[in-house]
């Protein structure tokens, strides 16, 4: 645990992402770590949201994660209105259709987003502008290699650097590059992350870094409990980074029927689609999926053009389904990783954390019992 505590101030080495302040600030509180998602903001948004993260964690540290794809389907001068003509009326049609066949009324202006994407290099570029404002103690890039001008800035500012990786040749670019802190993210994870299992990746990217810089590497992909954590521990990860689990605490942003099929989903009820962002990311599997990925659709559109459809057309649904209509409820979904199958009901984030501390003595206990014995 050192490893980490030595370089974010973290009392117990469980990093949680969240996209919700309020989960970010009760986990770092705790004892944890919070990471707030950066890039579900717009620089003005990001800046309320770390304001009050700092008058409610108790001076406990915390980090934030931006997402800065390394490459991305656009030129460097990409403005809103080039990227909305490059948005086909027929991906348009086929979401507002399919909306309609859900019983929520839409229009063509009602299912593509009027502001920029958070993804475009310049709008993360005004994102660091405002986390380094603020005393974070970790700032995290993921879709490849941390930017120089993150690494750059990181170190005028004293804050070190984290990247999520999904292969150990990835890591390997990664630490060349001068991050401080990998996260080795298995194919279990929600969101974007690749094919290889956590239980394979882990101890591969450690292997393959050792020879160039120590490293701490954090496990991520799956981890639901302690107990889970611990194992990872054991395969020489310095601590866990999770975000599935904290989708069904009380906190999270996550509306109540997602909450809802959390609860009742296994473990084999998610899928990795690009439907939603246009990279491959694992969510909650609906008939958003069933519909985007079949036969008569148009097909996914490159990041980040296909946000720009799924950002507004998602939060049409959420609302719907929360006002009761059942059919939109078919259609819900959201990034969230196999682990989904451990969740049995929606707890605190404050309670998460002390069960996953609980948890993971007892499973250190049970080791060393079983090595005495």
Not at 190 to 218: D, N, Q, W, Y
Not at 353 to 370: G, H, N, P, R, Y
């Amino acid at each position: 645990m050192e490893p980490v505590k030595s370089l974010v101030g973290a009392e117990f080495p469980l990093f949680a992402f969240s996209h919700c302040r309020d989960v970010v600030a009760a986990v770092s509180r705790a004892g944890g770590f919070g990471v707030l998602g950066g890039s579900s903001f717009t620089p003005e948004l990001l800046e309320e949201e770390l304001r009050w993260i700092d008058d409610h964690v108790d001076g406990k540290p915390y980090g934030v994660d931006i997402l800065i794809p390394e490459h991305q389907a656009l030129g460097a001068d990409v403005d809103m209105d080039s990227l909305l003509q490059q948005i086909p009326q027929k991906h348009v049609d086929f979401a507002v259709d399919l909306l309609k066949k859900h019983d929520i009324p839409a229009k063509p202006e009602d299912v593509v987003a009027s502001i920029p994407p958070t993804t475009l290099p310049e709008v993360g570029e005004a994102l660091m502008d405002v986390a380094f404002r603020h005393p974070i103690r970790l700032i995290v890039n993921a879709l490849g290699i941390a930017p120089p001008s993150m690494i750059e800035r990181a170190r005028r500012h004293g804050v070190p650097v984290g990247a999520l990786v999904g292969a150990k040749e990835h890591a390997v670019r990664q630490v060349n590059a001068g991050v401080d802190l990998l996260v080795a993210q298995g194919g279990e994870a929600g969101g974007h992350c690749g094919e290889v299992s956590t239980m394979v990746l882990v101890p591969e990217v450690i292997r393959a870094i050792a020879p160039i810089r120590k490293v701490p590497v954090l496990a991520a992909g799956g981890i639901m409990t302690g107990a889970q954590m611990a194992g990872c521990m054991a395969m020489g990860a310095a601590g866990a980074w999770t975000g599935s689990v904290w989708l069904a605490t009380s906190e999270a942003e996550t509306s109540e029927t997602f909450k809802e099929k959390m609860v009742a989903a296994g473990s084999r009820d998610t899928i990795r689609s690009k439907t939603r962002t246009g990279k491959p990311s694992r969510q909650l599997r609906s008939e958003w999926h069933d519909a985007w990925d079949g036969p008569q659709s148009p097909g996914a559109l490159p990041m980040p053009m296909m946000a720009m459809i799924s950002i507004p057309t998602f939060a049409r649904i959420d609302r719907a389904a929360d006002t009761g209509n059942e059919q939109a409820k078919r259609l819900v979904s959201y990034w969230v990783g196999q682990g989904v199958g451990l969740v049995e009901s929606v707890r605190s984030a404050t309670a998460v954390v002390q069960e996953f501390k609980q948890d993971f003595a007892d499973a250190v206990e049970s080791l060393m019992t079983t090595i005495e014995s």
